[in-house]
């Protein structure tokens, strides 16, 4: 059973929105930190957003202001709306899960990985 499982990508235009979802098939969904990172072919993974159990949310400057993190930890959930979208926003979107850490922004702290969803804005 795959432990998170990605929706909601597709192509736009730039300046629309988008709204990605994260399910997850874990009780421990609530414990720790779930994330979105992005990744284009040849680039290291980038970290988008990252949101805690408490709510607490976390930024790249890059979306800082257009994106939104949430999570609805009742339905095992997390979102991420994406509004104003940029060319530069186009690349796969794969949501994470990690526990005990206390810096949400790299990669290497997350143990569980979903299978991504693409996102593609067109100029």
Known sequence: QVP???SGGGSVQA???LTLSCAASERTFSRGFMAWFRQVPGKAREFVAAIKATGRSYYADSVKG???ISRDNAKNTVFLQMNSLKPEDTALY???RA???LDPTPAEEYDLWGQGTQVTVSS
């Open 94 to 96: 794969t949501c994470a």
């Open 99 to 101: 526990i005990g850490t």
């Open 15 to 17: 300046g629309d929105s």
């Open 66 to 68: 257009r994106f939104t």
């Open 4 to 6: 998170l499982v990605e």
